[in-house]
């Protein structure tokens, strides 16, 4: 159902209670999500974004309910990617001819879905379109997380359509953040910031700074994903403002995959170390193999410095941990140290490859990385219970 934000502006997104997973099996979605799409009716009628693909027919269906389609007079893509395009080829039949503004990149990429010569109009920041009392202006923000990413302002209403800016993969009924449960909403606010816009960070920091440089209003911020910001939408800026400043917490997280347990003893031993050096830490322990892994870099995000460990198989570190690996290195944490330990029988390369792997991903080592052979004995468990004190101490 279609739902009124200002006098305005009307909700005709789709709320996805069932999705699990998100970019193929990239991103976890336990809360599932939405796709915002928002209907503006002034002298003109501005549709922004669409929603994702698999309902493009329910989306134009319930379109049709609120307003004959033909008096649309302009349809604006913020952001080409599917969950935003997807409905666009159903609503473009119905009504081919309208005009659809977006970013030159924007333009590239929807041909590139669609294969369609549709009416693009490029826009640039600044540029504007008027729709009757209010104005429409647009904030080019390319790489946020896209190219062809771009906000969309709206006067009179005081309105920024921030795209995948300050939204989060959570479905609630009551779209706005005042009703929804705010320690779960903080939880994916950070989780989708720590995920999606960490490479980003440099990008966020100058994208707010030139958005504050306006010295527009804001009364209400609506992402294209989660819930919309009606109360102090000053909050999730700020927010913002620091985690892009190489954001970490009083955390160390201990990450590990184990076979016959050894390496799991290893890691326990490591946070009791730490732990009687400096109880005021937050010390999180997560299993490669068994933890969501999108929950597993939002801890890493947190944390001032992590722990890797596996042991070693066939030459090298297990699968789980290598992917993770491969994680990390995408997401550019800055200013975080690192160590890798684990056991072995009898090659033990996998801790020098995981201390190689954290240093190509930019983190700076604290400290050789531990071995112990086979399960730890109390000599090995007291060893790594002074490797986890070093650890901190560094």
């Given at each position: 159902?279609?739902?009124?934000?200002?006098?305005?502006?009307?909700?005709v997104?789709?709320?996805?209670?069932?999705?699990?997973?998100f970019?193929?099996?990239?991103?976890?979605?336990?809360?599932?999500?939405?796709?915002?799409?928002?209907?503006?009716?002034?002298?003109?009628?501005?549709?922004?974004?669409?929603?994702?693909?698999?309902?493009?027919?329910?989306?134009?269906?319930?379109?049709?309910?609120?307003?004959?389609?033909?008096?649309?007079?302009y349809i604006?893509?913020?952001?080409?990617?599917?969950?935003h395009?997807?409905?666009?080829?159903?609503?473009?039949?119905?009504?081919?001819?309208?005009?659809?503004?977006?970013?030159?990149?924007?333009?590239?990429?929807?041909?590139?879905?669609?294969?369609?010569?549709?009416?693009?109009?490029?826009?640039?920041?600044?540029?504007?379109?008027?729709?009757?009392?209010?104005k429409?202006?647009?904030?080019?923000a390319?790489?946020?997380?896209?190219p062809?990413?771009?906000?969309?302002?709206?006067?009179?209403?005081?309105?920024?359509?921030?795209?995948?800016?300050?939204?989060?993969?959570?479905?609630?009924?009551?779209?706005?953040?005042?009703?929804?449960?705010?320690?779960?909403?903080?939880?994916?606010?950070?989780k989708?910031?720590?995920n999606?816009?960490?490479?980003?960070?440099?990008?966020?920091?100058?994208k707010i700074?030139?958005?504050?440089?306006?010295?527009?209003?804001?009364?209400?911020?609506?992402?294209?994903?989660?819930?919309?910001?009606?109360?102090?939408?000053?909050?999730i800026?700020?927010?913002?403002?620091?985690?892009?400043?190489?954001?970490?917490?009083?955390?160390i997280?201990?990450?590990y995959?184990?076979?016959?347990?050894?390496?799991?003893?290893?890691?326990?031993?490591?946070?009791?170390g730490?732990e009687?050096?400096?109880?005021?830490?937050?010390?999180?322990?997560?299993?490669?193999?068994?933890?969501?892994?999108?929950?597993?870099?939002?801890?890493?995000?947190?944390s001032?410095?992590?722990?890797?460990?596996?042991?070693?198989?066939?030459?090298?570190?297990?699968?789980?941990?290598?992917?993770l690996?491969?994680?990390?290195?995408?997401?550019?944490?800055?200013?975080?140290?690192?160590?890798?330990?684990?056991?072995?029988?009898?090659?033990?390369?996998?801790?020098?490859?995981i201390s190689?792997?954290?240093?190509?991903?930019?983190?700076?080592?604290?400290?050789?990385?531990?071995?112990?052979?086979?399960?730890?004995?109390?000599?090995?468990?007291?060893?790594?219970?002074?490797?986890?004190?070093?650890?901190?101490?560094?």
């Open positions: 159902m279609s739902k009124k934000i200002t006098d305005k502006v009307t909700w997104g789709k709320i996805d209670w069932e999705l699990k997973f970019h193929g099996n990239e991103y976890s979605t336990r809360k599932g999500s939405s796709y915002n799409s928002y209907l503006l009716r002034d002298e003109k009628t501005a549709l922004i974004d669409t929603v994702w693909q698999p309902y493009d027919k329910e989306f134009v269906k319930r379109l049709k309910e609120e307003i004959d389609l033909k008096s649309i007079d604006i893509m913020n952001h080409s990617e599917i969950d395009s997807g409905a666009l080829p159903e609503l473009m039949r119905e009504i081919p001819n309208t005009p659809i503004y977006c970013t030159a990149n924007g333009a590239k990429i929807i041909k590139g879905h669609y294969h369609e010569d549709w009416n693009y109009k490029i826009v640039k920041t600044g540029d504007t379109l008027d729709i009757g009392e209010s429409l202006v647009f904030i080019e390319p790489m946020l997380h896209w062809d990413t771009m906000f969309t302002y709206m006067t009179v209403d005081n309105i920024l359509f921030s795209n995948d800016g300050f939204g989060q993969h959570y479905a609630t009924e009551s779209l706005f953040n005042d009703t929804a449960d705010q320690a779960e909403l903080y939880a994916e606010a950070i989708y910031y720590a999606i816009l960490t490479p980003f960070s440099r990008y966020v920091t100058k700074e030139e958005i504050l440089s306006f010295k527009l209003p804001v009364n209400m911020i609506c992402p294209s994903h989660g819930v919309i910001w009606k109360d102090n939408p000053a909050q800026i700020e927010q913002y403002i620091k985690w892009a400043d190489s954001y970490q917490e009083n955390q997280t201990i990450i995959d184990t076979m016959w347990n050894a390496t799991r003893k290893m890691a326990e031993a490591i946070a009791y730490i009687q050096t400096d109880s005021s830490v937050n010390i999180k322990l997560m299993n490669a193999s068994k933890d969501d892994k999108n929950d597993i870099l939002t801890e890493v995000f947190k001032k410095g992590i722990l890797v460990g596996s042991p070693t198989v066939n030459n090298g570190y297990l699968y789980s941990i290598g992917g690996l491969e994680m990390i290195k995408g997401l550019k944490f800055k200013d975080k140290k690192a160590a890798s330990f684990g056991s072995y029988g009898w090659s033990g390369e996998a801790v020098k490859q190689e792997e954290l240093n190509k991903a930019g983190f700076t080592l604290a400290q050789d990385g531990k071995r112990e052979l086979w399960v730890p004995d109390r000599a090995a468990y007291d060893s790594c219970i002074e490797f986890g004190k070093r650890f901190l101490s560094v």
